[in-house]
């Protein structure tokens, strides 16, 4: 489940937009390209996956700079690198973390974990640095950074392109080769671009990474670095150069065609990763990937009923409507894998199953006041470690947030698959799931009364 958002806040007043997951020993804070949005980015299977890996052996600490996703705009004046050095500052202190791993990827990032780990010595354990630039305009002494006509070229781009799936297809095949060809990354890869900022905001940002140079902090970084190359983007000599300027730094270079790291073999970097931090790679689980029917549930209207009833009361009525969730799940053999406030998320072994458990929940709970409502899909799953990940899951969440208040909606799947199961399901028109794309037919389970599965 995507973890809580929650606010930090700088000393200038920008509110930062930050989440955390898992409970290792060690903290780790993951720094990606400014197309980010902490709670979008979970809706890709191997973006959340790299987070599921790090929360494996750590705390993953997620957050969207200023500027970006869920956090304040940057305003009128481009964020300096002490401003986003107090973004993360202000993220540590609100987690509680006095050191950490800063992972980075691409020139954005890089260049503000070099400046952090350099400025804030004893807060930085190790530093690992993918793909990395530390320089955003070319250099006699640096010359991979962009040219005038580079630069020139990609601020059209963004002003003519930014969240255009037709063109981030174009891009794809040089920077995710191995993904290039799925409509879904594809299209996850332009909503991000568009959730996390606008085509001017992202201007400014692009503006202010080309102007960005942290050559001069790198032979003061004392933090155990780790330099990771990828892919045919950035040149051998580069890589090699960043890693050279830092005393100790690693250098190590992995063979393929894909440059992002949410593309291709993800799982050997990770491990390489890991092998830096913890010292060793736990064994990993098996991923099995098989049909599965999810069901989730929510009480609507619950903030203005606690609002009505008071704490006490309300606390009551919801350990009742737990219980009565529960036994129907344990009756329709659905196995719960996550509570969260007042919603549940389970999984069973029938797509008939789950309509009937859904059904019964509705009538039972509303005998007691509560309105409940439901969803409904049956998808391909990966099953790991007892949980359960991928597009499929996020189709199930979003069939629930489209139902109303009393009422358990289905997908085109799951109609299909209870043919015959004597269930009545009425089509309710094409809907728009966020986050996933096309039109989704949906089906309303008509209301009944609790009965044996």
């Not at 309300?314 to 009565?324: E, F, G, M």
């Amino acid at each position: 489940m995507v973890p809580v958002t929650r606010y930090a806040h700088t000393p200038d007043g920008f509110s930062i937009a930050y989440q955390t997951f898992g409970d290792g020993p060690h903290d780790v804070v993951f720094l990606r390209k400014h197309e980010a949005n902490i709670e979008h980015d979970w809706e890709d299977r191997v973006l959340a996956h790299v987070f599921e890996r790090i929360g494996g052996f750590g705390r993953l600490i997620l957050f969207d700079r200023r500027g970006t996703g869920l956090s304040d705009p940057i305003g009128e004046v481009l964020p300096t690198l002490d401003a986003r050095s107090d973004d993360l500052t202000a993220v540590l202190d609100a987690v509680g973390s006095t050191q950490v791993v800063l992972l980075s990827l691409g020139m954005a990032a890089s260049s503000l974990v070099c400046f952090y780990a350099a400025t804030h010595p004893a807060r930085v354990s190790a530093l690992v640095i993918y793909n990395g630039q530390v320089c955003g305009h070319a250099a006699p002494d640096y010359p991979w950074g962009l040219t005038p006509e580079e630069v020139t070229e990609g601020r059209a781009e963004i002003l003519e392109a930014w969240g255009d799936s037709e063109y981030v297809a174009t891009t794809m095949p040089s920077t995710a080769t191995s993904r290039a060809t799925d409509p879904t990354w594809v299209q996850w890869w332009a909503a991000s671009e568009r959730r996390s900022a606008s085509p001017q905001a992202a201007l400014a940002l692009y503006d202010m990474e080309v102007a960005t140079d942290v050559r001069a902090v790198l032979s003061t970084i004392a933090s155990r670095t780790l330099v990771i190359r990828r892919g045919p983007l950035v040149p051998v000599e580069e890589a090699e150069w960043i890693a050279g300027q830092i005393s100790g730094a690693r250098l190590l270079d992995i063979a393929g065609p894909d440059h992002m790291l949410l593309s291709g073999d993800t799982d050997a970097v990770l491990n390489e990763i890991e092998q830096f931090i913890t010292g060793s790679v736990r064994t990993q689980p098996m991923f099995d990937r098989m049909l599965t029917t999810m069901l989730f549930t929510d009480i609507g209207d619950s903030t203005v009923q606690l609002a009505a009833m008071g704490d006490r009361a309300w606390a009551a009525l919801i350990q009742v409507h737990h219980a009565t969730v529960r036994a129907l799940l344990g009756t329709h053999r659905g196995r719960e894998l996550d509570t969260a406030g007042d919603g549940f998320f389970a999984v069973f072994d029938g797509p008939a199953r789950a309509v009937r458990c859904a059904q019964e929940i509705v009538a039972a709970v509303s005998r007691i006041g509560l309105n409940v409502r439901a969803g409904v899909h049956t998808g391909e799953c990966e099953h790991v470690d007892g949980k359960v990940a991928g597009l499929a899951v996020v189709v199930a969440s979003r069939v629930m947030g489209q139902a109303d208040p009393g009422t358990v909606l289905v997908t085109q799947a799951v109609k299909d698959l209870v043919a015959g199961a004597g269930i009545d399901l009425t089509e309710v028109g094409p809907r728009q799931l966020k986050g996933v794309p096309g039109d989704w037919t949906l089906f309303a389970a008509s209301p009944m009364t609790p009965a044996a599965s």
